[in-house]
Nanobody, 125 residues
Framework: QVRLVESGGGLVQAGGSLRLSCAAS????????MGWFRQAPGKEREFVAA????????NYADSVKGRFAISRDNAESAVYLQMYNLKPEDTAVYYC??????????????????WGQGTQVTVSS
């Protein structure tokens, strides 16, 4: 069982930046595809970004392209989401997700097997 713990959320003004971190419990992390999703109140959980096990492939939702960057450090069993130029519509609980898969990381929720508990990001206008 892989455990994922997110951190780094908080309150920030529009135009500001935040860096989310996700720590994984498993040393086999480097064979896992990783993703970030978010869920705003009253809305479904949506894809934000994903990264392949070797960092070669990344995917982004159109709404965050050019503003968010996903990265990982397999030696630290961690994945990161750097968020720039935050907007009020980015307000949501952000979740880290994982799947033992060495191909391109998928963008669908059903692809991922393990989930963290989430971290709140609030962007004020």
């Amino acid at each position: 069982q892989v455990r994922l713990v997110e951190s780094g959320g908080g309150l920030v003004q529009a135009g500001g930046s935040l860096r989310l971190s996700c720590a994984a419990s498993e040393r086999i992390f480097d064979s896992y595809a990783m993703g970030w999703f978010r869920q705003a109140p009253g809305k479904e959980r949506e894809f934000v970004a994903a990264i392949s096990w070797d960092s070669v492939n990344t995917n982004y939702a159109d709404s965050v392209k050019g503003r968010f960057a996903i990265s990982r450090d397999n030696a630290e069993s961690a994945v990161y989401l750097q968020m720039y130029n935050l907007k009020p519509e980015d307000t949501a609980v952000y979740y880290c997700a994982a799947r033992d898969f060495t191909g391109t990381a998928a963008t669908s929720r059903g692809f991922y097997r393990y989930w963290g508990q989430g971290t709140q990001v609030t962007v004020s206008s």
